[in-house]
C-alpha cells in the first residue's frame, strides 16, 4: 500500500520531495569530501613539519660535526690555537643538538641515527680528538697521521656517510609526503567534480521522468486470479525443476524460514513430512531436525545460523549422517533481487565416494611411500657394503640376488602404476595371440614358489586345451597378482588350488586359499582402485591396492570377468573367466641355447650404462657388436657395416633425430629395409612400433638375456638376408 500511495501523489508533491532530497544529499556529499581534504591536509602537514625539522636538526649536527673536523685539521696544519677551542667547543653545541632531535624521534631509523651520532661524538671528542692534540702538542705530528690512518679518518668518512645517507632518506620522504598530499588533493577535487556531475545527472534524469509521467498516475485494478494461476503454474514448474537436481536445495528467506525445498533433501534426511509442510518452519524446528542425524550437531546447527546471517561471501561446511554413514558437503550462497539479499540457498552434496577416494588416495601414498622406501634402503644398504667392504664370494652373491629381486620388486612396483595410469587414460595396448593358458599358469606357480616354503600350489587341469585369444604378458601379470595375493594375506601358509575348467564356451581358472578371506563389507570395493580392506591383520602386509583393479582391468580387455568368493577368516577363492577359442593349437619347440654365428647387431641406445650392458651381454652370446650413442652416427655407417639385428631405442637425448625417425630412414632404403629391428624403449608404444616395421618391441626394464633370446630366434630363422619376423608368444621368455 506506500508503494501506490506514493505513485497516487500530485507530481509537484513527488518533485519537490526529490528535490529536497537531492539537496540534502549534495550538502552532506559536498562537507563530506570537504571534511576529508581538510584531514588530509592536516595529517600530512604535520609530517611535513616533523620530517623538515629532523632534516634541519640532521643537518645542523652533521655541519657542526664538518666544522669540528675542518677546524681540527686547521689546528694541526698551522696550530692555530682557536681553532683548536672552537673544535673543541663543538662537542658542547651537538650535544645540544641532541637534545633537541630526540626531543622529534618516531621511527627506528632516527633512534640508530642519534645512537650513531652520540656514539661518533663519544669517539671523537673524548678520544681521538684529545689523542691527536696531546700527540700533537707533545712534538710527534707523526702519532698524529699513525692515529688518523688506522681509524679515525674511516670512522669519520662512515659516520659522514650514514649521516648523508639518512638525511637523503629524510629529503625523499618528505618529497613523498608532498607527492601523496598532492595525489588526495586531486582525488578529492576529481571526487567533488564526479559528485557535482552525479547529482546535475540525477536532477536531470528525476526532471526528465517526471515530466514524461501524466499528472496523476492512473490507477489499476488488476485481477488476481489470472496472476494467480500463472504464479502457481510457475512454482510448480520450478518445484519440478528442484526436484530433478541430485543435490538437495533448501531456500529459506532472511528471517530463516523455508521458503522452498526439494524431495532430495527430504529424502536425504528421510522426513516423512510433506513439501508443503515443511515449508515455513521457523529456523530452531528445522536446524534441530537436520542436526538430530549429523555427528558434530553443534558445528552443524552453528554453520546453518551463520550461513543465514552472513550477507558477503559463499560458505562451506562438511558433515557426517548418523545412519546411513554419509559425508555431506553443504555450501550456501545469498540469493539477492538486485542489490537486495532476500534469502539464502543451501546445497546438500552427498560426496561420500569422493571422501572415500581422498581417504584411499591419501593412505595409499603413504603405502606407496613405504613400499618404496623398502626396497630402496635394501639396494642402498647392500650396495654400500658391497663396495666399502671386503666380503667373501658367496656372501657377495648373496647380497647381489638380495639387490637384484628388490630392482625387480621396484620394477613391478613402478610398472603397476604405469599400468593403471595407462589404462585409466585409455591407453593401453595389447598384443593379442592365441596361447595356451595352463603353459602360462605353470611358468607364473615356478616363479611364484620360490617366495615361499609354507604354502603348497598345486594345479588341477580339467580342461582340455585351455586356449584363449589374450595378451600373453598381461594375462601373466593377472595370474601373478592373484596368486601372489593368496601367498600374502595366507600368513600361516596352506595349500593354494589353482584349478582350470570348461563350462559351456568359456574358460575358468579358480585360485583357492585357506587365508585371512574377505569381510562381506569390502567386497563390493574389492577392485577399486587403491582399496585396501582397513584391518589389523592386513596391515603389517604390503601393498599398494592397485593389484586387483589392474586384474580387472585386464580382464575387461579380454572380454573376460573376474569374480571372488570368500568367508572371512577361512580363505577366499578368485576365479577368472575367458572366452574359450576352440581348435588345437601348434604348440612352439622350446628354445635351445645357441652361439651367434658372428652376427652383427648395431646397438642404438643414447643411456651409455644400458648400452654398455646390452652390448657386454650380446657379446657373451658371440654377437659381433658396434654401439652408437647417437643415432645421426649410427645411420652415417649403417650401409657400410651392414648389420644383421639393430637394438634401436626410441628417445635418443641429444639428437634431432629420435628412434621412429631412424626406422623411417632406415625402411626407405632397399638394400636396409628387411633388416630385422628390435626396439628397447621405456615407451608403451608396441602398436606403432610394429606398424613401422619392427621386429621385437621390448619396455624398459627387462631382462637382457630376453634380449639375446629373441635375436637368437630370429637370426636362426632368417639368416644374415635380413628378413622382419615377428616372433611368437614364447619368444623372450625364461
Not at 626 to 639: E, H, N, P, Q, T
Amino acid at each position: 500500500m506506500k508503494i501506490k500511495d506514493y505513485f497516487q501523489k500530485t507530481l509537484s508533491k513527488k518533485y519537490a520531495s526529490l528535490m529536497v532530497l537531492t539537496i540534502i544529499f549534495f550538502l552532506v556529499g559536498a562537507i563530506s569530501l570537504w571534511l576529508s581534504l581538510h584531514y588530509f591536509k592536516e595529517g600530512y602537514s604535520d609530517q611535513i613539519d616533523l620530517l623538515e625539522r629532523k632534516k634541519d636538526l640532521a643537518q645542523e649536527i652533521n655541519n657542526s660535526f664538518n666544522n669540528a673536523f675542518s677546524e681540527a685539521r686547521g689546528y694541526f696544519a698551522y696550530g692555530n690555537v682557536t681553532l683548536k677551542e672552537h673544535a673543541l667547543a663543538t662537542d658542547e653545541h651537538v650535544s645540544s643538538l641532541f637534545v633537541q632531535f630526540k626531543e622529534i624521534i618516531s621511527t627506528s631509523e632516527d633512534k640508530r641515527f642519534i645512537k650513531e651520532a652520540e656514539q661518533f661524538q663519544d669517539y671523537y671528542f673524548g678520544n681521538a680528538l684529545p689523542s691527536a692534540i696531546s700527540f700533537y702538542e707533545d712534538g710527534h705530528p707523526e702519532e698524529v697521521a699513525k692515529l688518523a690512518n688506522s681509524t679515525t679518518t674511516a670512522n669519520i668518512t662512515n659516520f659522514q656517510r650514514n649521516s648523508a645517507n639518512y638525511i637523503s632518506d629524510l629529503g625523499k620522504k618528505l618529497e613523498a609526503s608532498f607527492e601523496r598530499l598532492i595525489k588526495h588533493q586531486t582525488y578529492v577535487q576529481v571526487g567533488f567534480i564526479g559528485f557535482i556531475l552525479i547529482i546535475l545527472l540525477t536532477l536531470l534524469r528525476i526532471t526528465r521522468i517526471l515530466l514524461n509521467q501524466q499528472d496523476e498516475l492512473k490507477s489499476k485494478s488488476i485481477q488476481n486470479e489470472e496472476l494467480y494461476k500463472k504464479s502457481e503454474a510457475e512454482r510448480s514448474l520450478n518445484q519440478d525443476i528442484l526436484n530433478t537436481i541430485q543435490e538437495g536445495i533448501l531456500l529459506i528467506n532472511n528471517e530463516g524460514v523455508i521458503v522452498q525445498v526439494n524431495k532430495q533433501l527430504i529424502d536425504m534426511f528421510q522426513w516423512s513430512n510433506k513439501i508443503g509442510t515443511i515449508i515455513g518452519l521457523d529456523l530452531n524446528n528445522w536446524t534441530s531436525v537436520m542436526a538430530a542425524q549429523v555427528e558434530d550437531p553443534e558445528s552443524f546447527q552453528s554453520f546453518l545460523r551463520k550461513a543465514t546471517e552472513k550477507k558477503e561471501s559463499d560458505s562451506i561446511f562438511i558433515y557426517k549422517k548418523l545412519n546411513p554413514n554419509q559425508v555431506i558437503k553443504v555450501y550456501c550462497t545469498g540469493l539477492y533481487h538486485v542489490d537486495d539479499k532476500v534469502g539464502t540457498i543451501l546445497v546438500h552434496r552427498d560426496i561420500t565416494k569422493e571422501f572415500e577416494v581422498d581417504m584411499m588416495k591419501s593412505e595409499f601414498v603413504s603405502t606407496v611411500s613405504h613400499e618404496l622406501r623398502t626396497p630402496l634402503a635394501s639396494i642402498l644398504g647392500f650396495t654400500e657394503l658391497l663396495l666399502n667392504r671386503e666380503l667373501k664370494p658367496d656372501r657377495q652373491q648373496k647380497y647381489f640376488t638380495t639387490i637384484y629381486n628388490e630392482a625387480k620388486r621396484l620394477t613391478a612396483l613402478i610398472n603397476d602404476f604405469l599400468d593403471i595410469q595407462r589404462m585409466e587414460a585409455g591407453k593401453q595396448s595389447y598384443e593379442k595371440k592365441f596361447i595356451n593358458l595352463k603353459l602360462i599358469l605353470d611358468k607364473v606357480v615356478e616363479s611364484q614358489s620360490i617366495h615361499t616354503n609354507e604354502h603348497q600350489i598345486s594345479i588341477i587341469d580339467e580342461s582340455n586345451k585351455a586356449h584363449i585369444l589374450g595378451d600373453r604378458d598381461k594375462i601373466e601379470q593377472v595370474f601373478t597378482n592373484l596368486i601372489n595375493n593368496s601367498i600374502k594375506y595366507s600368513p600361516n601358509g596352506g595349500d593354494i588350488e589353482i584349478k582350470l575348467y570348461h563350462y559351456e564356451d568359456r574358460v575358468f581358472v579358480d585360485i583357492k586359499d585357506q587365508g585371512l578371506g574377505i569381510p562381506e563389507g569390502s567386497m563390493q570395493k574389492l577392485f577399486s582402485r587403491f582399496y585396501r580392506i582397513d584391518n589389523s591383520d592386513r596391515r603389517r602386509i604390503g601393498g599398494t591396492g592397485l593389484g586387483l583393479a589392474i586384474v580387472q582391468e585386464i580382464m575387461k580387455a579380454h572380454n573376460g570377468e573376474v569374480f571372488v568368493q570368500s568367508q572371512y577368516g577361512s580363505g577366499s577363492i578368485f576365479t577368472c573367466s575367458f572366452p574359450h577359442i576352440p581348435g588345437q593349437l601348434e604348440e612352439l619347440a622350446p628354445v635351445t641355447e645357441s652361439r651367434a654365428l658372428g652376427f652383427k647387431v648395431m646397438v642404438v641406445e643414447d643411456d651409455q650404462s644400458l648400452g654398455q650392458l646390452i652390448t657386454e651381454e650380446l657379446k657373451e652370446d658371440d654377437f659381433q657388436v658396434s654401439y652408437f650413442k647417437r643415432g645421426k652416427d649410427a645411420l652415417a655407417v649403417i650401409r657400410e657395416e651392414l648389420p644383421d639385428a639393430i637394438v634401436l631405442d626410441i628417445l635418443l637425448e641429444e639428437d634431432e633425430l629420435d628412434g621412429w625417425s631412424i626406422m623411417e630412414e632406415i625402411k626407405k632404403q632397399e638394400i636396409l629395409k628387411n633388416i630385422p629391428i628390435f626396439i628397447s624403449s621405456a615407451l608403451d608404444e608396441k602398436e606403432k612400433g610394429f606398424s613401422l616395421g619392427a621386429t621385437d618391441y621390448l619396455i624398459k626394464p627387462y631382462k637382457p638375456s630376453q634380449l639375446s633370446k629373441a635375436i637368437m630366434q630370429t637370426l636362426l630363422k632368417t639368416g644374415k638376408v635380413g628378413q622382419v619376423y615377428i616372433p611368437q608368444d614364447e619368444l623372450g621368455e625364461e
